[in-house]
């Protein structure tokens, strides 16, 4: 098999949830721990740190990584979904995974592994646990990919557990209310290992006390602890300051540019502190410098990417209410003379709830479809839209709602792109090519 033969047979011959959704979705760990038992547990020789969240996890991550990394760590990422090529899921200090390896994994066990039936996430964990394992790293981030008690990443120990906020998202799957998400998300949380919650609420804070008082583990609210000010945005780079209480504690500069990203490096912040109570060996100037090389460093993308200047051109992978609020707040904020959108929606999502929060005055939408079948029809987005008087054209791929903006908008102007991750990933493919 060559390499396109192998990533063909990953994408059509597996289950895969972020292309067809809810079938894909495997509500149990017993598939991973047959894969792994076949690998001989290579999991069981990391340490990790492990990262759920309903939005800002994969910034989180990737903040996290930059900074072990700067630290001088040997450090693995596993991060889910990717934009562009399969391999950016698995990465050692930003270095992709290495296309003959991935190769020689699934010749080598194609065959056992497809008598279990695993999902392509199920099938993705054990290849990143194996990859991992035999490149001896010295510290693994771990991100979930939906949920937490049952996600198939959750068959490590790890040295820090991360739950990052909680909001209503795969509620047909997690629950429908928040109190039942946050209890599907601190299924991560383990006998006595400390874990870090970026963001609490009413509703969440004590499924989070509950969960972590009965595994006697040490609970970190870090939005109890820390706090931002000051933020502004220069020169594509997000400024704030950042207390502990009234104790100035750093001055930071983000390459990722979103307002929200101050609450993701508050929680990057206070794992530091548990994870140097622990004898990690991380400076106050490998923190400040795993922030500002975080996209260097790992090759984030997709979060507030600025992809052009007059007309301002800005990407962002939010995709359910809670993200999408946040970057309403910024839209709002950037200075413009006219907004136009490109929009395209998974439909499992709350379309209405991310369309009644959308700009109306002075902004155009394109409405399109990303290509893969969990994508929403654009003429039905479109027409759930006009209830909320929001109006524009329709356009069969996101490249084609690109070029149309790119011709009506003018210099002052900006171009926004979003409403879902893989609307983000058709656009970054259509310019990389």
Partial sequence: MDYAAVIDYLYT???MFTRVGKAAYKADLDNTIALLNILDNPHRHLKCIHIAGTNGKGSVSHLLASILQE?????GLYTSPHLLDYRERIKINGQLIDEQYIIAFVEKYKDRFDAIQPSFFEWSVALCFQ????????IAVIETGLGGRLDSTNVILPDLSIITNIGLDHTDLLGDTIEKIAREKAGIIKTGIPVVVGESSDESKNVFIETASGKGSMLHFAD????SENRVYIHEHLQFDLFDND???YHISSPLGGFYQSKNIATVVQAVRVLKEKNYHISDLNVLDGISKVVKNTG????WQVLGNSPLIVCDTAHNVDGIEQVVLQLNATPKKHLHIIMGMVADKNIEG???ILPKENTTYYFCKAQLPRALDENLLQAQAAKYYLNGETFATVPLAYESAIKNAEKEDMIYIGGSTFVVGDLLAYLQK
């Fill in 300 to 303: 984030l993308m997709g979060r």
């Fill in 131 to 138: 990859y991992f394992y035999d490149c001896k790293i010295d």
């Fill in 354 to 356: 991310v369309l009644q």
């Fill in 247 to 249: 104790k100035f504690v």
């Fill in 13 to 15: 011959c597996l289950p």
């Fill in 224 to 227: 109890a602890l820390l706090h």
């Fill in 71 to 75: 630290a001088g760590y040997k450090t």
